[in-house]
């Protein structure tokens, strides 16, 4: 395994902002300001998408886990921080930065699967809805609950809204309340909920099962699942349709196609 730093520490500490571990073409990706709740401080930010930005250029990158380290996913945005700079340009600086950073995560070619324990709320609940796949433990729980501070969970709603029904998205952001991941699983904002103890079993099976099929196919897969959703329906399958024609002509598919025929074990190409 290699276990480096990804991007900038804060001036007050040695320890960077975001761990990273390398197995087998796995990334796995930790917060690290455990003492804050791994609140997303301006530097923070900057380490991840630094981070995203690393593996999007690795080819050998075939998935990634989020995590955190210490006893929360994510608290969201640092409230402190910002405090300290009551002014327009700099907020819309700081949400524009984020929404970099969440937006960085979709547009990855591999998965991305946040692995939740804690609390995971505002800007960490939207980090969860912007991952493409979400495991937690049953300990999790989620809250979109900057209302409670008198500020509107904006960004935070426009992750939420893709991943649950509006209503129940609604319902979290105008009260601020937190829901545990049993009912995150069945709103759909996560995709499964877990003992403690069996969070990292479950994050490996995933892992697992996806790095068991076709690269190539995946990062096809990926990158059409994300703009076909923006598309009317006959666009989308206009789009679709070339994509997977696409696709056909990968060795992956040649192979995968041919090992199913003859009933063998597929070696994939890419």
Request: with cysteine.
């Amino acid at each position: 395994m290699e276990r480096h730093p990804t991007a900038s520490a804060a001036a007050t500490t040695t320890e960077p902002l975001v761990l990273r571990d390398d197995r087998d073409g796995v990334v796995t990706l930790r917060l690290n300001r455990p003492q804050q709740f791994n609140a997303l401080s301006e530097a923070m930010l900057d380490a991840l998408h630094e981070a995203l930005a690393d593996i999007a250029t690795d080819a050998r990158v075939r998935c990634v886990v989020l995590g955190g380290e210490g006893k929360a996913f994510c608290a969201g945005h640092d409230l402190r921080e910002m405090r300290g700079t009551p002014e327009l340009t700099y907020y819309r600086a700081l949400f524009a930065r984020c929404s970099e950073v969440m937006q960085a995560i979709q547009a990855l070619p591999v998965p991305v699967i946040a692995r939740v324990h804690g609390i995971a709320t505002a800007a960490g609940c939207q980090l969860v809805g912007s991952c493409d796949l979400a495991i937690a433990s049953e300990a999790a729980r989620f809250a979109v609950s900057g209302i409670n501070v008198g500020l509107f969970c904006s960004t935070p709603a426009v992750a939420l809204s893709r991943n649950v029904l509006p209503k129940r998205a609604f319902d979290m952001l105008v009260t601020g309340r937190f829901i545990d991941a049993a009912t995150a699983a069945d709103w759909g904002l996560i995709n499964e909920a877990v003992p403690d103890v069996a969070l990292d079993d479950a994050v490996a099976r995933k892992v697992a099962e996806i790095v068991s099929k076709s690269p190539a196919a995946i990062r096809y897969g990926k990158a059409m699942f994300y703009r076909q959703r923006q598309m009317p329906l006959a666009d989308a399958y206009a789009y679709a349709g070339d994509v997977m024609a696409r696709n056909m002509m990968e060795e992956d598919a040649a192979e995968g196609i041919d090992a199913f025929l003859q009933k063998r074990p597929a070696r994939w190409k890419s």
